[in-house]
């Protein structure tokens, strides 16, 4: 047994070989089956047509003569009765050897009270069953397989005759079914040592056949094995025949696009990280390296050390942002579900954002007049509105204005930041929830805790709470950033209440 369970299990060709040959068997089992009881059947039944037709001729030349049944002989070999006592004397002389009746004429003709009229000698051999005699007006023949003394089996068949309405006579005429069974033993031996050779063949036709099929997918995979993670731009050749290989095909190549962009957006990411990681360092070591060089006094080290506080505290939101982009493609991100005002929730991140605008000469706007509930994370949501909120001021010129409104359409709740910055080209749309992606590579801010991460994790955010989020913009026309996000339900706030509410990740 434990031998078994480390044995591997057959490849798919040995497979279909082994289900194509247990088919096939079972087919060419049926077929000859079948093929051998149809001719079987077909050899008894004309055997049987021609035992009766032999018994009507025999019948024409039987007449009743004053009670006296005359026959006219038609085979030339039947035999008077007064003989018959002598004949069976001298079979049971013989009865001891085998004698053959296969070529031999059967036939046997007896008066109303089962007397011998007539019989041929080999007639003596058959063991004939009484049943074969009682015959009636109703039941006026019979037909079956009996034996000889000697166990040869013979076919047997009964008839009587009938004159005017009355019975004068009974007919039996047997033939011999040696010929018939060794021609049913030939064909069986035939079936018998054709068929394996016909599965052999059929074994190996199916193995080739089988091996034909995965050519091409052999091919797909070289093709395949051949492209590495530096050649992701190699894709597999498409077969013309639109089947299971061009579809099998057809997912290769997606799939390979997928991993290509995914290599693609990780070299990106793994790039800007390091550059956005090496500014604010190069900052704070250049800053420490000018006050190691010369003397500074009180009022220059606290400002060093002001600026010095403000990289520091920016390449901590870059490590937070990178540590919580990594945990949501690892999928270990974990969200609380509690019920929340939205439009609360909103009024305290713009309380926070007003000295930021205030900064920068920016009017921000607070539009929250219904209260609106969800179900979310509160810090996670906090976070989301404030990046928005901080990207619309910072891409807003001095004197324009940031308005932020909350609103609810039937099961939809909508937070929406909009501005009157310098907006977003049209081809930039698509992108601008990339992470580190940034519509102008030369502007690069100087101020703030920008990582260019902004948009990406109010994305995660957002679609993590089952929403979406989509932006209309125009250059010089502002921007505007719409979050739909499910209101709750009575059910779920019925839900929440009944238990102990469940971590969403």
């Given at each position: 047994m434990k031998l078994l369970r480390h044995l591997h299990p057959p490849g798919i060709r040995i497979q279909l070989m082994l289900w194509y040959t247990m088919v096939f068997a079972l087919l060419l089992l049926c077929?000859?089956?079948?093929?051998y009881t149809q001719l079987q059947t077909s050899q008894f039944t004309n055997l049987d047509k021609a035992l009766r037709l032999e018994a009507n001729q025999i019948a024409a030349g039987i007449s009743n003569d004053a009670g006296t049944v005359v026959v006219q002989d038609v085979t030339g070999d039947l035999l008077d009765g007064s003989v018959t006592e002598?004949?069976?004397a001298s079979n049971t002389q013989?009865?001891?050897s085998h004698v053959d009746i296969t070529f031999s004429t059967l036939v046997r003709i007896l008066d109303t009270h089962n007397r011998i009229v007539r019989i041929t000698p080999q007639f003596h051999m058959l063991l004939v069953p009484s049943t074969s005699l009682l015959l009636s007006s109703q039941q006026k023949e019979w037909q079956g397989t009996i034996q000889t003394r000697d166990g040869q089996q013979v076919r047997l068949y009964s008839m009587m005759i009938t004159e005017n309405g009355v019975p004068i006579?009974?007919?039996?005429v047997g033939e011999s079914l040696t010929q018939l069974n060794n021609s049913l033993h030939?064909?069986?031996?035939e079936l018998l040592v054709i068929s394996p050779f016909a599965l052999v063949l059929g074994a190996f036709g199916s193995y080739w056949l089988a091996a034909r099929a995965f050519i091409p997918i052999d091919r797909l995979t070289r093709t395949a094995r051949q492209i590495e993670a530096g050649d992701l731009q190699r894709r597999v050749s498409m077969p013309k025949a639109r089947d299971e290989v061009y579809r099998l095909a057809q997912t290769l190549n997606e799939m390979i696009e997928r991993l290509d962009q995914s290599f693609t957006r990780q070299q990106r990411f793994v790039a800007d990280a390091s550059h956005e990681l090496r500014t604010p360092v190069a900052v704070i070591r250049s800053m420490t390296d000018l006050a190691l060089l010369q003397e500074l006094s009180p009022p220059e080290y606290i400002t060093l050390l002001e600026n010095v506080n403000s990289e520091a505290e920016r390449l901590g939101h870059l490590i937070s942002d990178l540590l919580a982009l990594a945990r949501a493609?690892?999928?270990k991100a974990i969200f609380e579900e509690e019920p929340l005002r939205l439009d609360e929730l909103v009024n305290v991140v713009a309380a926070n954002a007003e000295v930021l605008a205030a900064e920068h000469g920016i009017t921000l706007e607070v539009h929250t007049k219904q209260p609106i509930i969800i179900l979310g994370d509160e810090s996670r949501l906090i976070q989301a509105v404030m990046n928005l909120i901080d990207n619309a001021i910072l891409y807003t010129n001095s004197g324009g204005a940031v308005t932020v409104r909350t609103r609810h359409e039937a099961t939809i709740a909508q937070i929406v930041v909009q501005d009157t910055g310098i907006g977003i080209a049209a081809e930039h749309l698509?992108?601008?929830?990339?992470?580190f992606y940034r519509v102008d590579p030369a502007r690069v801010r100087t101020e703030g805790n920008s990582s260019g991460l902004g948009l990406s994790l109010v994305k995660w955010v957002v679609e993590a709470h089952h929403g979406t989020i989509h932006v209309e913009s125009q250059p010089g026309c502002g921007s505007t950033f719409t979050i739909n996000l499910p209101l709750a339900t009575p059910q779920d706030m019925q839900e929440l209440f009944s238990g102990i509410p469940t971590p969403r990740q």
């Open positions: 077929s000859d089956a079948l093929l002598n004949s069976s013989q009865g001891g006579a009974i007919v039996q030939s064909l069986l031996l493609d690892e999928n698509p992108h601008i929830f990339e992470r």
